[in-house]
């Protein structure tokens, strides 16, 4: 008897701990999936929560400072948050108001989880299964990309709101590539939106960047692009005024212009000192006047070289071209959104009858220029044209 009460101390002391093992040959491998409950693929399943069983212990701290086990997992569609259970080896994954009837569903086991010694799953996984007969046929397939960065947005936030039931929504999580598939769902009308979800909360919060846009799910399969980006009430301000020559001056805000304002010169206004109008005959995007001026310099500079070379004496000997190494080609660089950054600045082209000179102050008035959400306000700051500046002849 005594020797059974030790034996039952000890098995007591094991599972109540989560260290690491002793002894034992050296781990290197992150945890394994050896079977999901449901299986993927099963229809009708009377489920009250879902299992993931591992080839080892796995860590009940995901290594994610601050994250939890739960925070680990991913519902679609959503019922409640989502509540996940540590059993040592395998782990539960429930909606906290339970899996709802006739509805395909969707478990997400995000990156993250870890074994005992802190070897990570760097892959996700999921599980499929239907509380009904079948499956929806349909999914939304896209991309999410940081907007300003010009770049695919990884582990992204996604949401897709039906419409005809709105506290029916989809989740997913993008890719390292920022790729996505919503799904499955029924056809309808859908609001999809994407978070470039910094603190991992699955909620929008203040400053984050995030996109949204309204998607009719017929019988096509249409991928979408999310193309996030900080979007507030407050109206873009003047920033920042500079000239560039006396016929030219560059206009800051301090927020990214919607890209869809027309830019008419009627949406700047110069005076001066005595309150005279100077004439403004155009407006262009900041980012357009600096690429055509780069490719003025660029041009100029091709030009300049080429009558250098004309002007080199030739050498007798013909030239060895240079061979380059074989190998592996460099990787394609990652793909970009389909529309430029939306810009946070203008160009101004004043008429030479109206062209500024050093000293006198004027001051400029900015109107029209809407925010991302639609806001505007209008904006006034005074400039001087600095005496180093260049005179347009």
Not at 37 to 64: C, H, I, L
Request: proline letters at 10%.
């Amino acid at each position: 008897m005594r020797r059974l009460s030790i034996t039952a101390v000890a098995l007591a002391a094991a599972c109540a701990s989560a260290g690491m093992p002793p002894g034992g040959p050296e781990d290197h491998d992150a945890p394994q999936i050896v079977k999901v409950t449901p299986d993927s693929g099963e229809t009708n399943a009377q489920v009250k929560a879902v299992e993931f069983r591992f080839d080892e212990v796995v860590s009940d701290r995901p290594s994610s400072a601050g994250a939890t086990v739960s925070a680990l997992f991913m519902i679609s569609p959503r019922n409640g948050a989502t509540e996940a259970s540590w059993h040592r080896s395998r782990i539960t994954v429930r909606p906290q108001k339970g899996f709802r009837p006739n509805t395909a569903y969707k478990v997400m086991l995000l990156p993250g989880l870890s074994d005992l010694r802190g070897n990570v799953r760097r892959d996700p996984a999921s599980v499929l299964f239907s509380t009904g007969r079948d499956f929806p046929q349909f999914s939304i397939p896209g991309r999410i990309f940081d907007w300003s960065a010009q770049m695919p947005a990884g582990h992204g936030y996604i949401e897709a709101v039906s419409k005809t039931d709105t506290t029916v929504v989809y989740l997913a999580m993008s890719d390292t590539a920022g790729n996505f598939d919503v799904g499955p769902l029924p056809n309808g009308q859908y609001l999809v939106r994407g978070i470039i979800d910094q603190n991992n909360n699955r909620v929008l919060d203040r400053g984050e960047k995030w996109d949204s846009l309204t998607i009719v799910i017929t019988n096509v399969r249409r991928p979408v692009e999310l193309d996030a980006i900080e979007r507030d009430t407050v109206p873009p301000r003047l920033e920042g005024i500079t000239v560039i020559d006396s016929v030219t001056v560059r206009v800051n805000f301090d927020r990214p212009i919607d890209p869809s304002v027309t830019l008419e010169p009627s949406r700047i206004q110069i005076k001066r000192a005595d309150s005279t109008n100077v004439q403004v005959t155009g407006l262009q995007w900041a980012s357009t006047y600096d690429r055509e001026r780069q490719a003025r310099d660029s041009a100029f500079r091709a030009d300049s070289a080429r009558a250098a070379n004309a002007r080199a004496p030739q050498p007798g000997q013909p030239t060895i071209p240079v061979l380059t190494p074989g190998g592996a080609r460099p990787a394609p660089p990652p793909a970009k959104p389909s529309r430029p950054p939306p810009d946070r600045g203008v160009v101004v082209t004043i008429a030479a009858s109206s062209k500024l000179v050093p000293g006198p102050t004027y001051r400029l008035t900015a109107r029209g220029f809407r925010n991302l959400v639609g806001r505007s306000l209008e904006s006034t700051a005074p400039f001087t044209m600095p005496r180093s500046a260049r005179p347009r002849d």
